[in-house]
């Protein structure tokens, strides 16, 4: 496997809770992890072996990562097939190793202004060549399943394996929730959340804006924000400005930690995601998981994710996201049905089940045989 990184928040606990579940579940085979810098992702068991590139003196001045430096590990290791938890992997790898690659979404190609031209750029240099090249894609989802279609990616080359969440994201006491989080953040106690970095993928404007159409309604829940901040987010800021809001109508906590994400959303009121794509939303499934309402966008994978447990909307439209927010706050009927709904969908999702996928793709590619299996469908 290639392991990407800690700055990549939602790739790295993918990869992460996979690596967790293989180590688990694989009593058998070796795997070698690359990475250019160590990484915190304790590899106990004697089968797995670490291979950082900072670290190895036979790099070579000057050697890339991702290219000439891993390209020289993995021809050492002798691989029997290679995993990229990316959708990248170093040009010039044996034509007989077969080759996975990772891809998570088409967001550079779909919505190529909401990344920085150098990212859309390395993307479009070298996503596209990546995913022809290699022998098998791992997706997160059936709608980029579908959007890799539309490049002329056959669907027997793709298998879907959904993530899912940690066992700590469970229904807890809303009022002690709440309290905690008010306490430790100094928060309101009537709050409702919503979660990820702060860039214009997100789509936080028309999120303020809804929240400014609800403030004229008598509203009482602050928004709470939680994520580290992105690139190109001074008009996300801007639009509290312009919307009129306080820090008392919406707040801004940064990076929460992981051990405090189930209480922020216990003690939601509801869970909002407004976000215009994403190649599936782990948000969605940690707060159905914990019993938190949702309304979120129609948009991109959202609706496979949440299916019927969640009230979905227009990405584009305030006025729509303030009706559904207001409906779900207030109507305790609703929230009872979507509440059990939601903890049914999120129990759908196994990082087991996920791990055993990935599984079944190695080994079936390592022994030189055909995959027949098209993925997970929870």
């Not at 997100?202 to 924000?225: D, E, G, H, M, P």
Request: overall charge positive; aromatic content about 12%.
């Amino acid at each position: 496997p290639l392991c990407g990184g800690g700055g990549y928040a939602g790739i790295y606990r993918f990869v992460a809770n996979l690596f967790r579940e293989l180590l688990r579940i694989d009593t058998s085979n070796e795997y070698y992890v690359y990475t250019k810098d160590d990484f915190a992702f304790p590899v106990l068991n004697p089968r797995w072996r670490k291979r950082i590139l900072s670290h190895d003196p036979n790099r070579g001045l000057g050697s890339r990562w991702g290219q000439t430096g891993l390209k020289y590990m993995i021809s050492r290791d002798e691989l029997d097939v290679f995993w990229s938890t990316f959708h990248f992997f170093p040009f010039g790898l044996p034509a007989s190793l077969p080759k996975v690659v990772t891809v998570y979404d088409l967001g550079w190609r779909r919505h190529p202004g909401t990344m920085t031209v150098r990212n859309y750029l390395t993307h479009r240099l070298l996503a596209n060549s990546c995913t022809f090249k290699a022998d098998h894609i791992i997706t997160i989802s059936e709608f980029t399943a579908a959007e890799l279609q539309t490049l002329g990616i056959a669907r027997a080359k793709v298998s879907v394996t959904y993530p899912a969440s940690e066992a700590a994201y469970k229904p807890s006491d809303q009022t002690q929730a709440a309290r905690y989080i008010a306490h430790k953040y100094g928060t309101s106690e009537d709050y409702i959340c919503t979660v990820g970095t702060i860039e214009p993928r997100k789509n936080l404007v028309t999120l303020l804006r809804a929240i400014s159409i609800l403030k004229k309604r008598s509203w009482t829940f602050q928004l709470l924000v939680a994520g580290a901040s992105g690139w190109k987010n001074s008009g996300i800021y801007e639009a509290v400005r312009k919307c009129g809001l306080t820090e008392a109508d919406v707040l801004f906590l940064g990076y929460v930690p992981e051990s405090d994400m189930p209480a922020l959303y216990c003690g939601a009121r509801l869970f909002v995601f407004p976000s215009l794509y994403e190649g599936f939303g782990i948000p969605l499934v940690e707060a159905m998981a914990c019993g938190t309402p949702v309304v979120a966008s129609n948009s991109s994978s959202l609706p496979e994710v949440v299916q019927d447990a969640a009230v979905l909307v227009s990405p584009r439209s305030s006025e729509e996201f303030a009706d559904a927010m207001s409906r779900v706050a207030h109507d305790l009927e609703l929230r009872s049905s979507m509440i059990a709904k939601g903890l049914g969908r999120a129990g759908s999702f196994n990082w087991e089940s996920s791990a055993r996928e990935v599984l079944n793709v190695l080994t079936t590619l390592a022994r030189g045989q055909e995959l027949t299996s098209q993925g997970l469908r929870p």
